[in-house]
């Protein structure tokens, strides 16, 4: 998969969208991320206060030379899609013979899962598993109407924000990224649970088959949730139906607002009619 497939991918979470609203972030790392982040920024707004170091052009014993200018970067971001890890080790040792103190932090390690645990971005995240008092989730198939019974159990605010987790963009990351989605994980059950230490996830037959792909120990996942739900629609006709019309549509929710509702119906029957 290509670099811009990989993004796109991730933008179902709106992950650069949202970066793009910070400023004065010194981006590190390889030449086609970095480039690719600061042309999507270029296209959100008008003035960037970032500054992208690219590694193929600066040595990174010479970072110092760019941080110890005016501007008060609020964060170091390592931006790597062959080993985060490893560069991310690389710049915390060298600014730290530097003693230069700007927070380091990862895109997908800490930035990322940030975004999906509602989380502040520029920050670091946990290796550490909290388990919250209860956690569950929902296994399922699409079109059985998942989306509604966790919109339900949400709105109790006692069964924690149970919603594909799971998906796409973590799969992609999984498969091509290395990354760590048992550290999702952990930092979700700690910090998207209800006040009732309660955390719930729904889980799509399809994004799991694809994230087993990523990693050995898969299994362990099951290991980490006390309780699992088994959501079946018993009308598979309709099911199926259902799936049709949303594969053929692009329309696989319909928002409750009237423009959004108008356009999705005459979709659906312009869809319907040609089945």
Known sequence: ??????????????LLKTLSRHEKIFFVGETEPIKYIQ???????????????????????????????DVKYRAIVVVSVVSETSLFSEVQQKLSSLKIEIPIIRLFADIFINLMC?????????NQLIKPKTS????????SG?????????STEIAGYPIEHLRLANQELALNCDFDYFKLLFN???????????????????FLFE????????????????????????????QAVSLVIAQKTAVWHIQKN???EDAGDRTYKSALENI
């Open 1 to 14: 998969m290509s670099l811009a497939e990989i993004f796109q991918a991730i933008e179902e979470t709106r």
């Open 39 to 69: 042309d999507f920024f270029a296209s959100c707004k008008q003035a960037d206060s970032n500054f992208y170091y690219d590694l193929s052009a600066y040595s990174l014993k010479d970072i110092y030379i760019f941080l110890s200018k």
């Open 118 to 126: 509602h989380r502040d971005l520029l920050q670091l995240t946990s």
């Open 136 to 143: 569950y989730a929902i296994m399922t198939t699409p079109r």
């Open 146 to 154: 998942s989306t509604y019974f966790c919109d339900l159990l949400t």
């Open 188 to 206: 979700l059950m700690h910090h998207r649970v209800s006040d009732n230490q309660v955390f719930g996830t729904k889980i799509i037959s399809h």
């Open 211 to 238: 994230l087993r792909k990523a990693r050995p120990k898969f299994r362990n996942i099951f290991k980490l949730i006390d309780k699992y739900v088994l959501l079946v629609r018993q009308d598979k006709v309709a």
């Open 258 to 260: 009237n423009s959004q």
